[in-house]
């Protein structure tokens, strides 16, 4: 992602094509300092990603981008979600779900004869896979030393087998623990199900021998960061859940569900009409990561259920590519031009790896959604890291240069406006992110009827696909690249020393730096701001 366009040099213009707009007065600024805090729970934040600094937040004002719409007349944008599937029939999505009108459901013909039978809602390149391995894994287990990509594989599979395996031992151990302590803290409160206050409640002014003064200490401590006991015990058995999904699939030599399940070669680019035309997957659940994207950028707006999504004309089309594990270059290739060729004008690409033996197919699906007049929005990965350094795929950049201008990487913010801004999982890199919106305690639909929060820069980047249908639907005349560089422009510049990564497990501390160093624009993505460059650029008057 890194950008050689003059526009980005100039603070006062922005150019498209041959376009110029001088920038509002009434755009959105970053306040100068940290904001107060709020009080920060489960219904604060709900809203969080939509509200502005006004509100105290680091999000995208999106209030104040549909009141300047109002009176406008949008049209109908189609957003692909290539994901691990979306719950088609979820009540907050089922309104909103893209249909081919071309095909008749459910007969076993390829009505529209483009070589995917009954896609009535979308494709599933993954058939009935639920998990798969990690692509290292893959390289892994090949043994080819020839591979170029072989030997950092195979470093990197047995240091994080090992490291997995080390992590589920202390998990399980801290388990046994909590067991004890919740034990004793469930007969000093009197309940089952316990808050840090009831703790203090039922201790307040009572002396305990050491053992016992230990595992009250040790209880508040764990519920510092969750609402009660229960959670605690959830968070931890969902931990060892994950560590053994990581061993018996991710990091599983031996398993091999492409060969034996879809049956198809990953090596091999000819073959393309394979997976069936259930989009939600095999398990409902395991959509969870898809339908949760889905509702971040178009669930059905002021329905009085659930949640608004950011866009309110869009029609999602599901893609399933990306499964338990990592995802292959040949399905994501695929996805992205099924995607391109079915209508969709935004694509949403919340997945990402360290290893792509075939990044060049992906590539070249890049470039022919660019050829197409669209625009594909990207997570920037969890991994705490700087991009520039370490790849991570997909991405644009080939030998350091950008091979389109459709593509836009997002970094993921959390809801302070302080020195916390940036989430501490995000990744970061000022040639290759792009912009940041909010990612950490994002509230979205989820299978069957349901919403939880979740965190990831996989949350952070539908919060701009949506904003880019946003301005597809209500400045249908704009093109792709137009959309990209208005939302890259129109961010808020934030003047700011921020915390980036993780404090390890070594003691090394989060690190400080400007945040105008962490992205090509050292911008947060605000939907007001876009609004105002749009109708500017397209002399579109809005409603005061």
């Not at 691990?84 to 529209?112: A, Q």
């Not at 991994?383 to 993921?412: C, H, M, R, W």
């Amino acid at each position: 992602m890194k950008k050689s366009f003059i526009w980005v040099a100039l603070a006062t213009f922005l150019f498209v094509g041959c376009r110029a707009t001088k920038v509002s007065a009434d755009m959105d600024k970053a306040p100068a300092t940290s904001l107060a805090q709020k009080t920060y729970n489960d219904a604060t934040l709900k809203g969080w990603p939509h509200e502005g600094f006004k509100q105290n937040f680091p999000g995208l004002n999106l209030q104040e981008a549909y009141a300047l719409l109002k009176g406008l007349t949008p049209k109908k944008v189609i957003v692909g979600v290539v994901d691990s599937g979306v719950d088609i029939n979820h009540e907050d999505l089922k309104n909103v779900v893209w249909v081919n009108t071309k095909e008749i459901p459910d007969n076993g013909i390829d009505d529209d004869k483009n070589g995917y039978v009954d896609d009535v809602h979308g494709w599933n390149f993954l058939g009935n896979i639920a998990q798969e391995n990690t692509e290292m894994t893959r390289i892994y287990k090949t043994k080819d030393k020839k591979n170029p990509d072989y030997a950092n594989a195979k470093k990197e599979f047995d240091k994080e087998t090992a490291e997995t395996k080390k992590r589920k031992g202390y998990y399980e151990q801290l388990i046994q623990i909590t067991e004890f302590a919740d034990n004793n803290l469930r007969k000093i409160t009197g309940k089952e199900v316990y808050t840090a206050k009831d703790i203090d409640a039922a201790t307040k002014g009572k002396t305990f021998d050491a053992p016992t003064t230990e595992m009250i200490q040790f209880m508040k401590q764990l519920l510092a960061d969750v609402s009660n006991s229960g959670d605690i015990k959830k968070e931890l058995n969902d931990a060892i859940e994950y560590f053994d999904t990581k061993l018996k699939y991710h990091l599983n030599p031996d398993f091999s569900p492409r060969k034996t399940i879809l049956k198809d070669n990953e090596n091999d680019f000819t073959k393309k009409y394979y997976g069936n035309n259930n989009v939600i997957g095999p398990n409902t659940k395991d959509a969870l990561h898809g339908t949760h994207v889905a509702g971040i950028i178009g669930a059905e707006r002021n329905n009085g259920i659930g949640m608004n999504g950011v866009a309110d004309n869009v029609l999602i089309m599901a893609v399933r590519a990306v499964p338990d594990g990592d995802e292959y270059d040949k399905d994501v290739a695929l996805a992205l031009r099924y995607a391109v060729d079915n209508g969709a004008k935004v694509i949403n690409t919340s997945f990402g790896k360290a290893f792509s033996p075939h990044k060049e197919w992906v590539y070249d699906a890049i470039k022919y959604a660019a050829s197409k007049d669209v625009l594909i929005v990207n997570a920037a990965g969890n991994d705490s890291q700087d991009i520039d350094v370490k790849d991570t795929y997909p991405n644009d950049e080939v030998n350091k240069k950008e091979i389109s201008d459709n593509f836009l990487t997002v970094g993921a913010l959390n809801y302070e406006y302080n020195k916390n801004l940036v989430a501490s999982f995000s990744n970061y890199g000022k040639r290759n992110v792009d912009v940041f919106a909010p990612g950490v305690k994002i509230y979205s639909t989820t299978p069957e009827n349901k919403y939880e929060f979740l965190q990831g820069t996989s949350m952070a980047s539908p919060e701009v696909a949506g904003v880019a249908a946003l301005l597809r639907s209500y400045f249908p005349s704009l093109s792709a690249a137009e959309v990209k560089k208005i939302i890259m422009e129109s961010g808020v510049k934030v003047d700011m020393k921020v915390l980036v990564g993780e404090d390890d497990d070594e003691g090394k501390k989060r690190k400080e730096m400007n945040f105008a160093d962490l992205s090509t624009t050292g911008t947060i993505v605000n939907a007001k701001n876009a609004v105002i460059l749009a109708a500017k650029i397209t002399k579109t008057k809005l409603s005061k």
